[in-house]
């Protein structure tokens, strides 16, 4: 820290930010140390959101400030919203601003070359896919870009754009689709290799993007899943720095501290991390060198990571709602809520995960906690809610299911579950719209709200029905169901905080040891 720009009074409008802004810019934003025009596009990111950069084109970046590689990144969108009017503008220039509490660091990233706009047509985005010169692939497209069922991972074929594909492989519209015909193209031209490295949050990525593409190609029937499996890698990787989508009040804060405009801010926290697994095809950016860690198998660090940050996130976001409280730092401000989720954390899910030589799960509750209560990161608890019935199955799904094998108590786990539940249902008409809500399962669970109304039992038992999140041997476990009631009910009384002070005195909870980390 300490590169911490004073506010600028200016009169005029500010300029741009851009490769021209940049030579002329004050010493308190570091700027790219290398010659962007040496560059040689090398790889390509779908879904050039708040995160990707501030995660992989930052770690990109700083293999290039090191003069380790020449790889230049072209970033392409096939979703809202559109990189020309952003990105393009600025020669593919933001600043990437790290803040904590009152500190602020800013750095202009240089690694991103171009960019690709293919929101109304795969095409622009394929035709750089398959192009011999892009050697390596990464992405962020959300956890329902993969069009995978959450409970089994495989490719869901009833998806509207997966019907479409199936029926017009050659004008794809999602990303399994999108990539399999890039890979068809490369198959029938060059044939060289590459790596697809999946940079989302779901357990096993690379492995859930082998199966979707994989599921698109074999009906192909022309080589090609032969062809993908001899020459293209999906190595699985663990993606981690707490990145919120860029507001407008961030855009202010560049104006006012550094002069300038960057539409294109993103605004993120001190930590990150990169563990990826360690296998490519074709040539690798070396982001070992730049603090990326190359490992042999990587679940036990994607389980320390979804089970704990984003547990956390996600318990904090739904119960945080339910309170009344607009940001993660807020929730974690809040005494029950923080007492909630540490309880939470450390009696029922450092248990389930996997031992790690040299790494203390006790140390990193805390640090993830510490992570959360940075007050400068403005994380919405509705962006963290987004889309739960795709994370739940990662952060506490699988834990709840490990810990029922064992016998083991879920009081705690059991209540940010009921609490996705009870953040949908609100949305109903039924239960008073309280707010817009985004979940691919949303409409489904407002239809069971409207239809059942306010029995509690009938209606935890119809959302664990949907077998496509709720696996059905977890559905039909007694202990799993009457939790999910019981807090359910509670959450969608007047006083929905009473079932979390409640969660906390239950007498197994009360009872529960700190328990031993080999168990
Ligand atoms: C968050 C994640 O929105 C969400 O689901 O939980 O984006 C989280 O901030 C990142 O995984 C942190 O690495």
């Known amino acids: 820290m300490g590169r911490r720009g004073e506010p600028v009074s200016t009169s005029t409008p500010p300029e741009t ?14 700027k790219p140390s290398y010659d962007r025009a040496a560059l040689v596009p090398g790889m390509a990111h779908i879904g050039v959101g708040a995160f990707h950069r501030c995660h992989q084109a930052e770690y990109t970046d700083d293999l290039l400030s090191r003069r380790f590689d020449r790889w230049g990144v072209v970033g392409i969108n096939i979703r809202a919203p559109y990189l020309s009017e952003t990105l393009g503008w600025q020669g593919g220039l933001y600043t990437r601003l790290i803040r904590e509490d009152s500190q602020v660091e800013a750095r202009i990233i240089g690694s991103i070359v171009r960019v690709v706009d293919s929101q109304e ?12 010169g892009i050697e390596m692939v990464t992405m962020t497209v959300t956890e329902k870009g993969y069009c995978h069922i959450p409970s089994s991972g495989a490719l869901d074929v009833t998806h509207p754009d997966v019907v479409h594909d199936l029926a017009n492989p050659l004008e794809p519209r999602s990303v399994p689709g999108i990539l399999a015909r890039a890979l068809e193209l ?10 697809l490295l999946s940079c989302d949050n779901i357990p096993t990525n690379g492995i859930i993007l082998e199966n979707v593409v994989q599921a698109l190609a074999s009906r192909r029937g022309n080589g090609l ?5 001899a020459n293209v890698a999906f190595p699985s990787a663990m993606v981690d720095r707490i990145a919120p989508a860029t507001s407008e009040a961030d855009i202010e804060t560049v104006e006012q501290h550094f002069g300038y405009r960057d539409a294109a801010v993103v605004v993120g926290e001190p930590f990150r991390q990169w563990v990826i697994e360690q296998k490519f095809a074709g040539r690798v950016p070396r982001w070992d060198r730049v603090g990326a860690t190359f490992v042999g198998d990587v679940t036990p660090f994607e389980h320390l990571k979804m089970r704990v940050l984003n547990g956390a996130q996600t318990t904090l976001a739904y119960l945080g709602v339910l309170a009344g409280l607009e940001h993660t730092s807020d929730a974690i401000a809040d005494p029950l809520l923080a007492a909630f989720v540490r309880r939470m954390l450390i009696d029922e899910t450092l248990p389930t995960l996997m031992p790690m030589p040299g790494v203390s799960p006790e140390a990193y509750v805390e640090q993830s906690l510490a992570r959360l209560r940075n007050t400068a990161i403005r994380h919405r608890n509705h962006q963290i809610a987004t889309d739960g019935s795709q994370k739940i199955v990662q952060r506490l799904l699988n834990p709840i299911r490990d810990r029922l094998r064992r016998g083991e108590s879920i009081a705690l786990l059991s209540v940010p ?22 979940d691919p399962y949303a409409d489904r669970i407002a239809g069971i709200a409207d239809a059942v109304g306010a029995d509690t039992r009938a209606l935890a038992a119809a959302i664990l029905a949907i077998d496509t999140i709720f696996d059905p041997e977890l559905a039909a476990n ?12 509670g959450l969608l009384s007047d006083n929905p905080m009473a ?12 009872r529960l040891k700190r328990p031993a980390q080999s168990a």
């Open 225 to 229: 899943s032969d062809w993908i499996a």
């Open 499 to 510: 079932v979390v002070r409640r969660s906390l005195e239950q007498p197994e909870v009360a």
């Open 121 to 132: 047509s795969a095409a622009p985005a394929i035709d750089v896919l398959a192009s011999a």
């Open 417 to 438: 579950v009921a609490g996705w539940m009870a953040y949908l249902i609100r949305s109903s008409a039924r239960f008073g719209r309280h707010r817009p809500v985004s």
């Open 17 to 30: 930010l851009g490769p021209e802004l940049i030579s002329r810019l004050s010493s308190s934003v570091r």
């Open 478 to 489: 007694g202990d799993f169901r009457r939790a999910i009631t019981s807090a359910l009910d």
């Open 186 to 195: 490369r198959m029938a031209s060059h044939s060289r290799p590459v790596t």
